[in-house]
Nanobody, 122 residues
Framework: QVQLVESGGDLVQPGGSLRLSCAASGSGFSVYAMGWYRQAPGKQRELVAAVSSGGSTKYADSVKGRFTISRDNAKSTVHLQMNSLKPEDTAVYYC????????????????WGQGTQVTVSS
């Protein structure tokens, strides 16, 4: 049974920073791709950032240069460092584990966490 538990969501002012964490249970964390998604009210869930098993990363255009995804395989944890936050970053942020090490595995299946709320407002 795979469980993903997100933490770190909060209310923050525009221009501020937050660091989200996702702790994964189950074995073999290092061989799976991990991703962060978000869903704002009335909008579809979208990929924010992903990291492959090899450590390569990709980002949505809207967050490039502001967000950084990283993984700590020793702790089975993936982080999302979010800087220069904007009101449009407000959403529920979800962690996802793929079924293999590639980004593609995130698109076709995998496991979701329960989400953590990020609100950017003055």
């Amino acid at each position: 049974q795979v469980q993903l538990v997100e933490s770190g969501g909060d209310l923050v002012q525009p221009g501020g920073s937050l660091r989200l964490s996702c702790a994964a249970s189950g074995s073999g964390f290092s061989v799976y791709a991990m991703g962060w998604y978000r869903q704002a009210p009335g909008k579809q869930r979208e990929l924010v950032a992903a990291v492959s098993s090899g450590g390569s990363t990709k980002y949505a255009d809207s967050v490039k240069g502001r967000f950084t995804i990283s993984r700590d395989n020793a702790k089975s944890t993936v982080h999302l460092q979010m800087n220069s936050l904007k009101p449009e970053d407000t959403a529920v942020y979800y962690c996802k584990r793929g079924n293999s090490g590639t980004y593609y595995s995130l698109e076709i299946g995998g496991y979701w966490g329960q989400g953590t709320q990020v609100t950017v407002s003055s």
